[in-house]
């Protein structure tokens, strides 16, 4: 890329950060070469940072910062630590580059160069024991389940143990998923706050010690590696030191600025590093630059881990669709659009949502695999072709199909239903209770209830007999008591007493 050659490692890597971050304006050698970044490629900005990064990881190979195999925690300096960030934002970048339509081929490639970075990122941040027990742990349970819910090929074998797990197992798994994303961003959420209450403290701090504005840094927390910004030390009047000594003599001033306290920063007992060991908790609030680096690794890896799940699922997403939407239509030369759009007018099954995968080959398959799973549409239908006689063939054209000739069988003339006669229907519905019967003038006559009681407290049954002296005293009592409920309810409910329409 134009305009890097002359870079330093430090200002290689700051550019790559603004320009993951989408800030152009982070820096004055950024703003320089804007015009050159986006010349060719301004459709697409993942692949000139792609670009940037292929080179930042090459300068950082030639200089040696980092040798997780061979270093631990404390032999790494502050300025090395930022280079292993270098896999994260190309992890990312590759993820996000933009692929044709029908380039399934360059998409897969793009997913397993993310996959790969990731994957280098994360081994790296173990081997030095940069991320705590709790959060490794977190990060390998969670590559462990979309691995086997996923698995690597992405194939049937993944489906199929899939369907074989049992109704409890399926319901543990999902649960279990739950609280891992729960978990992680919980964990993702404490991380950021803890960097942003850093970056602010520091950017109070350098507005204090400089007595000038404060400096522009990226909007995201994600892509601020705080870069030194300080501006140095005058030797005289005549501006700011120059280094041209190259690039490890930037990386070795940088760190004595930047590692002057930090010797003790990741010293544990049993050699273990805990992110941000200078502050109260894992993930507390940094004291250094080299706990802000720490804490920034370990989001990174937290992101890195959700992304290696998205890809994995992209990639089965593109295992499962149909080859033959894949390949350009024989490489005419054609568009997405125009291949969608000619397949739809062409009536190819691959573009049905109706259609499993395998396309129109599907249709004339195995109905069935081997544990039973349907593997395309189906219709269970008489599978004769006798139409029946007489009216039924002239009702019922023959070219039909057996489950058209099933439909049009329904409700026709001659199609019969089971009947009852009306008495039975009338006998059941007075079972259920849904015939009223009395009323009429019969029911008029009949006196009612208060005028039965009073009938029966003057001696006067029913149909003009007469009652005996205990029914008398019964009717009366009855009498008696309904008056005293109704008086202990108006007393208790005076006229008013209801709503008084707001007046108090």
């Known amino acids: ?134 959060t490794d742990s977190l990060l390998k349970a969670h590559a462990q389940l979309y691995a086997s819910d996923d698995g690597e090929d992405g194939g049937e074998a993944s489906s199929a143990s899939r369907t074989a797990l049992p109704p409890n197992a399926a319901l543990a798994a999902s649960a279990r998923r739950r609280e891992l994303k729960i978990a992680l961003f919980k964990t993702e959420r404490s991380l950021k706050s803890s960097l942003e209450l850093f970056r602010s403290a520091f950017s109070t701090s350098n507005r204090l010690w400089s007595g000038s504005a404060a400096l522009s840094s990226p909007e995201d927390v994600f892509y601020d590696a705080m870069f030194p910004r300080r501006p140095r030390r005058k030797g005289g009047e005549g501006g700011e030191e120059t280094n041209s000594d190259g690039d490890q003599e930037e990386a070795d001033s940088d760190d004595d600025d930047e590692d002057k306290d930090d010797e003790e920063e990741d010293r544990s007992a049993d050699g273990q590093v805990v992110a941000g060991a200078s502050s109260d908790s894992n993930t507390g609030v940094p004291r250094t630059v080299r706990a802000y680096i720490l804490l920034l690794l370990n989001l990174h890896a937290v992101k890195a881990s959700q992304q290696l799940e998205s890809a994995q699922q992209e990639l089965q997403l593109l295992a499962s669709m149909p080859e033959a939407a894949a390949v350009s239509e024989n490489g005419s030369g054609l568009s997405g659009a125009d291949l969608r759009q000619r397949a739809r007018h062409a009536g190819n099954p691959d573009w049905r949502l109706d259609r499993g995968p395998g396309g129109s080959g599907a249709l004339s398959g195995p109905l069935l695999d081997d544990k039973g799973k349907p593997l395309r549409p189906f219709v269970i239908t008489d599978g004769t072709d006798n139409t029946g006689s007489g009216a039924a063939e002239a009702a019922v054209p023959a070219e039909m199909s057996a489950r058209e000739r099933a439909h049009a069988e329904v409700f026709r003339p001659s199609h019969r239903l089971p009947t009852m006669s009306i008495d039975d229907y009338l006998a059941e519905e007075r079972r259920r209770g849904n015939i009223i019967e009395g009323g009429g003038a019969a029911a008029a006559a009949q006196p009612t209830p208060r005028e039965a009681r009073a009938l029966r407290a003057e001696g006067h049954g029913p149909g003009g007999a007469t009652t005996s002296t205990t029914q008398a005293e019964e009717a009366d009592e009855e009498r008696r008591r309904e008056q005293i409920e109704w008086d202990e309810f108006k007393e208790a409910n005076p006229k008013g007493a209801g709503n008084t329409m707001n007046r108090g």
């Open 1 to 134: 890329m134009e305009g890097t050659a002359d870079l330093t490692f430090n200002q290689l890597l700051q550019r790559c950060f603004a320009l993951a971050a989408g800030d152009t304006g982070a820096g004055s050698f950024v703003a320089a070469s804007a015009a050159g970044m986006r010349s060719s490629t301004a459709q697409d900005p993942a692949l000139p940072l792609v670009s940037l990064l292929e080179l930042a990881a090459r300068r950082a190979a030639q200089l040696a910062l980092v040798n997780p195999a061979e270093e631990t925690l404390r032999e790494v300096s502050t300025g090395a630590l930022r280079s292993l960030l270098i896999h994260s934002l190309r992890g990312e970048a590759e993820a996000n580059v933009r692929t044709a339509f029908d380039a399934r081929a360059e998409r897969r490639r793009r997913l397993a160069n993310s996959k790969a970075h990731y994957n280098v990122f994360l081994h790296s941040l173990q081997a030095l024991k940069i991320i705590p027990p709790i």
